[in-house]
């Protein structure tokens, strides 16, 4: 080695030093609050849209169509950014990118079994967000449902 040749640091150093634990932190905590914005910021953003075209009056269809459409546009582009933050996330921890991206839900369970899954088939750390949104998700509806929302039959309760 040369002595103005710079030392490069080992792919160890590189996944675990002091930095790439921020980072890593970093990554997670923008994944986690994009995960919650494609659930709450994209719909009311998409409703804060259409509330601004609507105007008054009774409803039209122009501005609930703009509505949805805004919301897939939203929702896509913030997919886009937790898919983004997702590889970054993976090349920060040394795991490899596959040519093809097999989602947990569509893998064969015999790919499941300890003894023949290799690493191309453990959770990566979006998908452990993911599935975790989505839980905290239907947990809160599930609470908001049954216990905060009033009958659309009588408007009452029926939990008092």
Not at 8 to 29: F, N, S
Not at 35 to 44: D, I, K, R
Not at 91 to 97: H, K, N, Q, V, Y
Not at 129 to 138: G, T
Request: aromatic share 8%; hydrophobic share 45%.
């Amino acid at each position: 080695m040369s002595p103005h040749a710079t030392p490069v640091a080992t792919a160890a150093e590189q996944h675990h030093g002091p930095l790439a634990r921020v980072k890593r932190a970093a990554l997670l905590a923008a994944m986690s609050a994009t995960a919650v914005n494609v659930w709450t910021g994209s719909p009311l953003a998409a409703l804060w849209v259409g509330s601004r075209v609507q105007g008054s009056g009774p409803p039209t269809m122009g501005p609930e169509f703009l509505v949805a459409v805004v919301l897939g546009v939203f929702s896509y582009g913030l997919l886009r950014v937790l898919r983004m933050l997702g590889s970054a996330y993976d090349r920060l921890t040394g795991r490899e990118p596959t040519i093809r991206a097999h989602v947990p839900w569509l893998r064969s369970l015999r790919g499941e079994r300890p003894h023949e899954a290799g690493a191309e088939y453990s959770l990566s750390a979006l998908d452990i967000i993911m599935c975790a949104s989505v839980i905290v998700v239907i947990a809160l509806f599930e609470y908001w449902f049954f216990f905060l929302s009033g009958s659309s039959i009588d408007q009452r309760s029926g939990r008092g």
